[in-house]
């Protein structure tokens, strides 16, 4: 009746091979693993890692679930050490003997639900902790831009008509951060079908289809060229590194309106197939990231302007199947709540987060369409058009205050 508690880095909870097999055997044939304890990172003198701690009893009093507790977001910093306090101690400990479901915190997960996840105990597959994205107020944002002047234009007519159509508030003003918040209620609204468009007959369209990634969407290979091996100067190749995604380039991607690196003329590129190209209408995800938020940051290809490009370092080059989708659609979809919380969750890594092409292509998609989603993108990217502007406006105007200063 012995019991043995074991910390250890959270990769010992999804990695593959041997260690797969350890776990399985753990749970299934002895049937040894009682809890695992998630802890916050930085706790230990020495790393930084996250870690877990493992409790095993050899005669549990309930062999058909696994208890889960979360305790990674329970500390306190105290200059640079995470320090874990009494009451965090006296919550996992209170949790654990009385094995309590909390919300968000604890969670007694089936073995039927861990043989489904292939025995990956990776905490975000079984407790959601991870950040909410809040529910934008879009009346609230739009009686604020009301209060300031913005001059009408031909986007400014085309979103009023999408928005009449659709029966919501119209963005007025150019203050960029709020039409970032009114863009954003708008797709939460969209993917969520509290709002839809309808046919030329005044019906709604049909029902969206849910399908897989995979099923859309094919994966190319790309290529592991670092900051190193590129350059702004001169080429003729040019490359898409997974930081300009993290930080510069738009959804939509114009390569006429982003600035792209060439890759260095002495690195050899001659055995890179031409069918792993870029090509308009594909998904570039950025497949690494130190926080959840940017982990499978996407841009869709728009215009390339018969260049070549390459998909690069720590880059996923996912090509569409365009008989199901419609230009533009495909980078609106993949920032949509449903599809991002699934990226969250099949995010693994402890300093660094990283996505696989083949946890990418399980996830679901909600396909409306290609009528539909022609409409959501002449919306969304209008909205785009109108945030451009407002970026340019001000641009214009910090350029001509600093004429008027020397």
Same mark, same amino acid.
């Given at each position: 009746?012995?019991?043995?508690?074991?910390?250890?880095?959270?990769?010992?909870?999804?990695?593959?091979? $041997?260690?797969?097999?350890?776990?399985?055997?753990?749970?299934?044939?002895?049937?040894?693993?009682?809890?695992?304890?998630?802890?916050?990172?930085?706790?230990?003198?020495? #790393?930084?890692?996250?870690?877990?701690?493992?409790?095993?009893?050899?005669?549990?009093?309930? *062999?058909?679930?696994?208890?889960?507790?979360? $305790?990674?977001?329970?500390?306190?910093?105290?200059?640079?050490?995470?320090?874990?306090?009494?009451?965090?101690?006296?919550?996992?400990?209170?949790?654990?003997?009385?094995?309590?479901?909390?919300?968000?915190?604890?969670?007694?997960?089936?073995?039927?639900?861990?043989?489904?996840?292939?025995?990956?105990?990776?905490?975000?597959?079984?407790?959601?902790?991870?950040?909410?994205?809040?529910?934008?107020?879009?009346?609230?944002?739009?009686?604020?831009?009301?209060?300031?002047?913005?001059?009408?234009?031909?986007?400014?007519?085309?979103?009023?008509?999408?928005?009449?159509?659709?029966?919501? *508030?119209?963005?007025? /003003?150019?203050?960029?951060?709020?039409?970032?918040?009114?863009?954003?209620?708008?797709?939460?609204?969209?993917?969520?079908?509290?709002?839809?468009?309808?046919?030329?007959?005044?019906?709604?369209?049909?029902?969206?289809?849910?399908?897989?990634?995979?099923?859309?969407?094919?994966?190319?290979?790309?290529?592991?060229?670092?900051?190193?091996?590129?350059?702004?100067?001169?080429?003729?190749?040019?490359?898409?590194?997974?930081?300009?995604?993290?930080?510069?380039?738009?959804?939509?991607?114009?390569?006429?309106?982003?600035?792209?690196?060439?890759?260095?003329?002495?690195?050899?590129?001659?055995?890179?197939?031409? /069918?792993?190209?870029?090509?308009?209408?594909?998904?570039? !995800?950025?497949?690494?990231?130190?926080?959840?938020?940017?982990? /499978?940051?996407?841009?869709?290809?728009?215009? !390339?302007?018969?260049?070549?490009?390459? *998909?690069?370092?720590?880059?996923?080059? $996912?090509?569409?199947?365009?008989?199901?989708?419609?230009?533009?659609?495909? /980078?609106?979809?993949?920032?949509?709540?449903?599809?991002?919380?699934?990226?969250?969750?099949?995010?693994?890594?402890?300093?660094?987060?990283?996505?696989? *092409?083949?946890?990418?292509?399980?996830?679901? !998609?909600?396909?409306?369409?290609?009528?539909?989603?022609?409409?959501?993108?002449?919306?969304?990217?209008?909205?785009?058009?109108?945030?451009?502007?407002?970026?340019?406006?001000?641009?214009?105007?910090?350029?001509?205050?600093?004429?008027? #200063?020397?």
């Amino acid at each position: 009746n012995g019991t043995m508690a074991i910390v250890l880095p959270h990769g010992v909870l999804y990695r593959g091979g $041997a260690e797969k097999h350890i776990l399985k055997y753990l749970i299934e044939d002895r049937d040894y693993l009682d809890a695992i304890i998630g802890l916050p990172d930085n706790i230990f003198y020495g #790393t930084t890692y996250a870690t877990c701690i493992l409790v095993f009893k050899k005669c549990r009093e309930n *062999p058909n679930d696994i208890l889960f507790i979360d $305790a990674s977001l329970n500390f306190e910093k105290i200059k640079k050490q995470n320090v874990l306090r009494q009451q965090d101690i006296d919550k996992i400990i209170s949790t654990y003997r009385n094995r309590d479901e909390k919300k968000d915190y604890s969670r007694k997960v089936t073995k039927k639900e861990i043989r489904k996840n292939d025995y990956n105990l990776n905490f975000p597959r079984y407790i959601d902790n991870l950040e909410k994205e809040d529910i934008v107020d879009i009346d609230f944002v739009c009686d604020f831009l009301k209060q300031i002047n913005q001059q009408s234009n031909e986007t400014e007519k085309k979103i009023s008509k999408i928005c009449t159509e659709l029966n919501i *508030p119209t963005p007025e /003003g150019n203050n960029i951060e709020l039409l970032r918040l009114y863009q954003k209620g708008v797709m939460q609204r969209v993917f969520d079908r509290k709002i839809q468009f309808k046919n030329k007959n005044g019906k709604p369209f049909p029902e969206w289809d849910q399908v897989k990634f995979g099923s859309v969407y094919t994966f190319r290979t790309t290529n592991s060229f670092s900051r190193e091996n590129l350059n702004y100067d001169s080429g003729i190749i040019k490359n898409i590194h997974y930081g300009d995604i993290h930080t510069k380039f738009n959804t939509l991607f114009d390569i006429q309106k982003e600035k792209v690196p060439f890759i260095n003329s002495e690195m050899n590129i001659s055995r890179i197939d031409q /069918g792993n190209y870029c090509k308009e209408g594909d998904l570039i !995800l950025a497949d690494a990231s130190e926080d959840y938020a940017d982990v /499978g940051k996407c841009i869709e290809l728009m215009n !390339l302007n018969s260049e070549k490009i390459l *998909p690069g370092l720590h880059t996923i080059l $996912a090509r569409p199947d365009l008989r199901i989708l419609q230009a533009g659609f495909g /980078g609106f979809m993949m920032k949509s709540l449903k599809v991002r919380t699934q990226i969250k969750k099949i995010a693994q890594g402890t300093k660094v987060l990283g996505i696989s *092409p083949t946890r990418l292509a399980e996830i679901d !998609l909600c396909i409306p369409s290609l009528e539909e989603q022609k409409r959501i993108v002449e919306l969304l990217t209008a909205i785009d058009e109108k945030i451009s502007y407002s970026i340019n406006q001000m641009a214009r105007i910090e350029e001509y205050k600093k004429k008027i #200063t020397k």
